[in-house]
């Protein structure tokens, strides 16, 4: 299915984490601090591919060129929030974090919301190569990204906070 799950909603490959534990994810990382502060959150679909919308744009996240556009710093951080995160997508008991990210910014990102979804293109034993586009108001793409994502071996620790990411695997 061109979905990545089965027609009874479970993942095409074991190598994903399930529907139902990418929305743990999403809960727990949804409610912490520096998703509150940014304004975004994740929302997952699909269990191979990573979204993050940020609903609704505030004053604070404009300011590109001048404009009313979306500051590129933000976008940045939507891009490494996305990128960051397709590590899960093979491996959910594990850490992953940003390694490198490659921006290319076609035309201002405009509108009340954006959205940016992610996608795995290969994996390795430590590394994930990921590739990222964000979507403005109108549902556009404008801008690309291309990251790495180093991918922790072995299970993480018992922190609550990461347990309960993980649907407290």
Known sequence: MTDGATGDGRPF????????????LAAAW?????MQRLGARLDFR????V??????????HRGGMGTDAVNGAVLAGLFDLAIGTVGWLTRPETRSATVSLA???????????????????RS??????????????????TARC??????????YGTDDF???MRGGI
């Not at 979204?51 to 004053?59: F, M, S």
């Open 103 to 121: 921006m290319t910014f076609f035309k201002p990102t405009r509108g009340d919301r954006v959205s940016v979804e992610a996608r795995l293109l």
């Open 124 to 141: 390795g034993t430590n590394l994930t190569f990921a590739a990222a586009e964000i979507f403005d108001g109108d549902g556009l793409v």
């Open 46 to 49: 699909r269990v191979d591919r």
């Open 162 to 164: 990461f347990a309960g």
């Open 146 to 155: 291309d990251g790495t994502v180093a991918v922790a071996l072995g299970r």
């Open 13 to 24: 490959s074991e190598a994903y984490g399930t529907l139902e534990s990418l929305h743990s």
């Open 30 to 34: 949804n409610a912490s601090p520096p």
């Open 51 to 60: 979204r993050a919308v940020l609903d609704p744009v505030e004053p604070f």
